[in-house]
């Protein structure tokens, strides 16, 4: 299943790999020119990446390609063929996360004598921390449950990056503003709770993607027995 | 012990949103047979295969693959192959990596099997599917399914797009494999005669329901081609079903349902070609023949079980 699943992941992988050595250039160019934090602003698209080109295509296009029929029909159940994908999907994101997110750090804002870790609170509620990594795997989740739902990639792709901007808006206006003020003081709370959240909303992404693929965790009803009886054929003799 | 039968479907009805695909469709295959699913455009063909092998489940009834519900058991996953209609396959995989893919999802795989039909075909195991020509696609559609070496294979018009050369090595190749693994085959087309020389088994679907199933040798025996005086038409013993009758002025041409031809020596009697079975029976969609599988239900405990007999239904309902 791994393999069918990294090679199926393949093409998305390579493009994920190509946006996150933009950003380590970005981030080198930064040692040396004055761009004002660009990395680190920038550095929160990565996510939407990981939704419109590893989470939207992933089950929209065994839909659209029909594929779901033949991968569905062979000896691996459809649970484990699903979590084989994930496993494969998530393992590129926070890998591709944990670059971005080390070259913003190390590279971009290294060398100038800023805490490594404590970027100035306001603009980094949504780069620090756990923040990069929830926000990767929530955009990953809710490409899965666009595609399942809609099960085309065009329109799986558009509900996720509405999705992203839904979710920067939150960052961006919603959290300053709804937190008590002072918010700061707690940076790492209010970081931590919003990772939270996020994560809260990847497990409902993914409860919807199972419920979307038929795969409602099977409730033990009882059954009927139902035997077989062959009549019994009446020979003459 | 009874042998399981390789596809028992009992009541089964599906609807697709608001429109019924499938009614009270109920059959039973033994294993080892070749199941011929015969019937008109939008008579639910696609639909009771993608039942059979779990890709869809009945909103009514029940279906069984060897004694258990298909879909989620990896057990059955194992022991079906399915080919769709569209033999879908990942275009970017190469035709080495469809068949690697084949290796990984199934615990019966055979390599010597997908390596020697491609090789005997021609087909270059490096090219990428999507540059394959239609033929060559659905060969490998076809080798991944064989491969797989299942109990039960079901394959939904694989013939469709295939020259009469291709579909004979397909057919030789599928009963062959037959004859070596005793597997059973379910395959549906819509045309009568590329069935005939191969299928030991009709299922005729007309309208979503079940016309007419069983095996070839009982269905030849079990209609009669009538021709008459038209007179004579009323006077048929009730033990018979009129299928479908054809009328020239004095002269009555019809083909009978009976288990014994009629006993006026006025008609002349003839054992009709499956074709032509098949034929009369879609041209009278009500007209159907079912012979129900028969099963021992628990009802629901504390009731005594109830055993259906096997009844040959004359009507539908």
Redesign the interface.
């Known amino acids: 299943m791994t393999w069918v699943a990294w090679r199926q992941a393949r093409s998305a992988g390579y493009g994920l790999l190509a946006v996150t050595l933009g950003f380590t250039a970005l981030a080198l160019l930064e040692r040396t020119e004055e761009l004002s934090g660009m990395t680190r602003s920038l550095s929160i698209y990565l996510s939407l990446f990981v939704g419109v080109l590893l989470g939207a295509p992933l089950l929209a296009q065994e839909f659209e390609h029909g594929t779901y029929r033949m991968v569905w029909t062979q000896g691996v159940t459809r649970v484990r063929w699903l979590a084989g994908r994930c496993a494969v999907a998530l393992t590129i994101t926070l890998a591709g996360t944990a670059v971005v997110h080390g070259a913003v750090i190390a590279l971009a804002e290294g060398g100038r004598g800023r805490p490594a870790l404590l970027p100035a609170p306001v603009d980094g509620l949504d780069t620090a921390g756990l923040s990069p990594y929830a926000r990767a795997v929530w955009m990953l989740a809710l490409g899965l449950l666009a595609g399942a739902v809609l099960r085309r990639t065009v329109g799986a792709v558009a509900v996720t990056a509405g999705g992203w901007m839904a979710t920067q808006l939150l960052f961006d206006n919603g959290l300053p503003r709804w937190v008590p003020d002072g918010w700061q003081d707690d940076f790492w709370a209010v970081q931590l709770g919003a990772s939270g959240l996020l994560l809260g909303l990847t497990a409902l992404a993914v409860v919807g993607t199972l419920f979307a693929l038929g795969l409602r965790p099977a409730l033990p009803v009882r059954r009927p027995a139902v035997t077989l009886v062959r009549p019994t054929p009446i020979r003459p003799d | 012990m009874?042998e399981?039968?390789a596809v028992?479907l009992?009541g089964v009805g599906y609807r697709h949103g608001r429109t019924p695909a499938l009614r009270d469709c109920s059959l039973s295959v033994p294993p080892g047979r070749v199941v011929g699913l015969i019937g008109p455009n939008g008579a639910g063909k696609t639909t009771l295969l993608?039942l059979m092998?779990?890709?869809l489940?009945p909103d009514r009834g029940?279906v069984?693959i060897f004694?258990r519900e298909p879909g989620?058991d990896?057990a059955i996953?194992?022991r079906?192959?399915?080919l769709?209609q569209?033999k879908?396959?990942?275009?970017?995989?190469t035709v080495a990596?469809t068949m690697?893919?084949?290796r990984?999802?199934?615990?019966?795989w055979s390599d010597e099997l997908a390596a020697e039909r491609l090789g005997r075909l021609g087909i270059p195991a490096d090219r990428p599917v999507r540059r394959l020509s239609g033929g060559q696609r659905s060969q490998v559609?076809i080798t991944?399914a064989m491969a797989?070496r299942p109990d039960l294979m079901v394959l939904d018009e694989p013939l469709a797009d295939l020259d009469p050369l291709r579909r004979h090595e397909v057919m030789s190749d599928l009963m062959a494999l037959t004859a070596e693994t005793g597997m059973t085959v379910v395959l549906s087309s819509h045309v009568v005669a590329e069935l005939e020389e191969t299928c030991d088994h009709l299922v005729l679907l007309g309208d979503g329901r079940v016309q007419l199933a069983g095996d070839l040798d009982e269905v030849r025996a079990g209609h009669h081609a009538l021709s008459g005086p038209a007179s004579l038409v009323a006077a048929l013993p009730d033990a018979g079903t009129v299928v479908h009758a054809t009328r020239t002025g004095e002269h009555a041409g019809l083909l009978w349902r009976s288990d014994r031809p009629p006993p006026d020596p006025r008609w002349a009697v003839r054992t009709p070609a499956i074709g032509d079975i098949v034929l009369a029976y879609l041209r009278a969609p009500e007209a159907s023949a079912l012979p129900r599988?028969?099963?021992?239900?628990?009802?629901?405990?504390g009731l005594r079980p109830v055993?259906t007999?096997?009844t040959a239904s004359e009507e539908s309902r």
């Open positions: 009874a399981l039968p028992l009992t993608h092998v779990g890709l489940r029940e069984r004694g989620g990896p996953l194992d079906v192959a399915f769709a569209d879908p396959l990942y275009g970017s995989f990596e690697r893919l084949g990984h999802l199934n615990s019966r559609a991944l797989k599988p028969t099963l021992l239900r628990q009802v629901s405990p055993q007999a096997p």
